[in-house]
């Protein structure tokens, strides 16, 4: 009991997300941080205001921290299959340290 | 990106780069907006020299604010440069009077410009007598701060509080570099490390500015256009001379 709650807090505070989300979270972080920075510069410079731009890229970036930190279900869509364990029968020619097993 | 920790590592190394990037950007910008400051009026109202300071104890050495004023024109004073020297030294306190528009030096990423008065004078001895060519002192100095960088001015809540209001609404306000002072009274007075600087001749007063940006680099006044910065033209007041010691009441 003791050990299954302490797993689910490792889960929480790991957030594991698959490799699918993984790959999602890379694309999202470059474009959108990418375009905040190029946001808050634009829209300082033809606002002649340097604090806009200031603003504008901390709230883009915590907006981004929120979207991308914590393990949402949109990036646990592609649940990696594993093999099911203790299989009915060994793989026909399962090779293991040059052996031919089975 | 497979754990949170990993997420935040990344994420922000990246927001480093970008932030970086953004900044340089600004710095650029400062490239593309002319500066072309002028000046109308630089001239000298009233200049003392002073040879004898008495010394008041409650106020330091260089009293002469309370024993001599208001001041009379044209002056030098000797006092000492320390309470505690034995040397004595001449004064020279020169008021002036100053036009100019820097405005155009207030762009998005101007913090503060910093506007000073330095009075020069040939040395004595010439450029190549191992000693300085010219000397130089600043006499008068002030920061201008940028609406953005109100907060930061060394100011009173009452005064802080005028100057907020100065530009209420403004991201920048170029009516600040709008300079015009009249019999200004010099901030430092000013003397030679020879003790002497009565009867100085050729002195002249010149403007500087020191732009400081948010991002980017530190630009004085330049000797040379560049590009869309104007050199300030006109900066330098005529020629005129320290006058003779100021002859004071000896004291008892």
Known sequence: ?102 | MYSTVVRIQNTFGFFTTVAFVVAALIAATDLLAPRTPTVGVLKTTNVQVYGQIRVLSSSGPLSWRATNSPLPPLSSVRGRPHYYSSKKEEYAIIRFSLDADLSSLFTWNTKQLFVYVTAEWPSAGGSGSGQNATNQAVIWDSIITAPSADHLANLGPVAMKKLRRSAAGKSIDPSRGKLSIKNQRPKYQITHPSGKVAEQEDVVLRLHYNVQPWVGFLTWNQDADFWRWKTLRNNLSKKFALPAIKKKDEPK
């Open chain 1, 1 to 102: 009991m003791a050990e299954q709650l302490l797993d689910q807090i490792r889960d929480l505070f790991e957030g594991q997300i698959d490799f699918e989300g993984q790959k999602l979270v890379d694309l999202l972080v470059n474009v959108l941080l990418t375009l905040v920075g190029a946001v808050a510069f634009f829209v300082g410079y033809f606002r002649q205001d340097i604090k806009l731009t200031l603003y504008i890229g901390l709230a883009g970036t915590a907006a981004l921290f929120a979207l991308v930190v914590p393990p949402w279900p949109f990036f646990n869509r592609h649940p990696v299959k594993w093999l099911p364990v203790g299989g009915l029968a060994t793989p026909a020619n399962l090779v293991v340290d040059s052996k031919i097993l089975g």
